[in-house]
């Protein structure tokens, strides 16, 4: 390890080795690559992850991995902005390598996501299933879990993700959709020394260590509702609410002009639909010029959504991670899939301090998403993710 972290480098030593996590904010590709490689580097890893600025140069980032990390498998994506020891970035290289006498991990690609057909998606996660259990066969729902990384513009994510958790069973599946900004032009996964667009990365961990899946979301329903009347469902576009053109009626239900609908408004007024008793966010990603309305989520015509208002969002955050602390104890790692809607909301308010000194004091590693994976649900506006103890008697990870 350097004695002296450059400028661009955020780091802090927490303890002994165990999963390593940096943060480099670079503006370099290679530069980055550098000083993340310094940070994370350990003996015999069995997995580093990794989350990147969309800005980046993203051949030469994609070389510089596959020569830093040779023989170590390594996966990532693209983001809306990256979370790690430096807090929310914007243009920035972050992730963490995993120590193999920890965990045991088996990772695969699903290429090709437009014309996707569920024997694909069944295939990948069974053979995945049966290297873990020849690499780990202590494997089981209780100690592991996968971590799905897809192209954040595929609109792929819903059948992708209902696909592989029902071949996984019982083991649980949580994950984010890759980023590219407030661009929403170009989003990839990074798998064996490239990245790929129209694909996804699924990844399954095992571990005798902790780990507490977790979701969480700082919105409800308001008696407000909202039909869709008419949709592009394979597109996500929805053109009529109540009979009337969306963008203009989801203006006035707001008591505002169709032209102040942006990005901010959009954070701050989503809308839900609810599924087997449960409140899951469906958020818009922008109003086109039609009139339509583009949401990030899967939408149909007769489907029946309320508008929603925010909860306190700090309190709402401290709530989850006291259960997380309450169920494993203070994480050595805190996965994060976060949502861009969220990124903007928190950018504005005053509690973004208090938002990133909790991210930090539960050491949390992650990305700004176009959207959320958990279980079988693909899902908007929530922060959702995978928390790791530190076991007993194990001392916390390192940040360097």
């Known amino acids: ?58 051949a030469a980032l994609a070389e510089a991995m596959q020569q830093a990390f040779a023989g170590v498998q390594v996966v990532g994506c693209t983001t809306a902005g990256e979370i790690g020891p430096a807090g929310y970035r914007d243009h920035s290289l972050t992730g ?13 690609l699903l290429e090709q996501l437009q014309q996707y057909e569920i024997p694909k998606g069944l295939a990948l996660a069974q053979t995945l299933l049966q290297k873990l259990e020849s690499r780990a066969p202590q494997a089981s729902a209780d100690n592991s879990f996968a971590l799905l990384l897809i192209d954040g513009l595929s609109v792929r994510e819903e059948p992708v993700t209902g696909t592989l958790q029902s071949a996984l069973g019982r083991l649980p599946l949580v994950g984010g959709s890759a980023g590219d900004g407030l661009n929403f032009g170009h989003t990839q996964v990074y798998f064996e020394g490239r990245f790929h667009s129209d694909s996804a990365v699924l990844t399954l961990l095992t571990t005798p260590l902790p780990i507490k899946l977790f979701k969480t979301q700082h919105y409800v329903a308001t008696d407000q509702r909202l039909v869709v009347t008419e949709a592009d469902s394979a597109h996500r576009i929805v053109k009529e609410i109540n009979g009337l053109p969306a963008a203009g009626e989801f203006a006035r239900m707001l008591g505002i002009s169709a032209t102040d609908l942006d990005p901010l408004r959009f954070a701050a007024y989503p809308v ?54 309450a169920a494993i104890g203070r994480p050595q790692l805190l996965i994060a899939c976060d949502c861009v809607l969220r990124k903007l909301e928190i950018a504005t308010s005053p509690v973004k301090g208090r938002i990133v000194e909790l991210l930090e004091q539960n050491h949390t590693l992650g990305f700004n998403t176009y959207g959320e994976q958990f279980h079988g649900v693909h899902v908007n506006q929530t922060l959702v993710g995978v928390a790791i103890g530190a076991g007993a008697g194990a001392v916390g990870a390192r940040d360097a």
Do not use: W
């Open 272 to 325: 839900v639909v609810m599924i087997d008793g449960t409140n899951y966010v469906r958020s818009i990603q922008k109003a086109n010029p039609d009139g339509s309305l583009t949401f990030f989520c899967a939408i149909e015509n007769g489907l029946v959504l309320r508008l929603a208002r925010g909860v306190d969002l700090v309190e709402n955050l401290e709530q989850a991670l006291a259960g997380i602390n």
């Open 1 to 58: 390890m350097p004695d002296q972290l450059s400028d661009n480098q955020q780091a802090s030593s927490e303890g002994a080795a165990g999963i390593r996590r940096a943060q480099s904010c670079a503006t370099d590709a290679r530069d980055a690559v550098r000083e993340f490689h310094a940070g994370v580097a350990q003996a015999d890893m069995a997995l580093v992850l990794f989350f990147c600025s969309s800005s980046y140069d993203l």
């Open 96 to 108: 963490a390598s995993f120590p193999a006498g920890s965990f045991s991990v088996v990772s695969g």
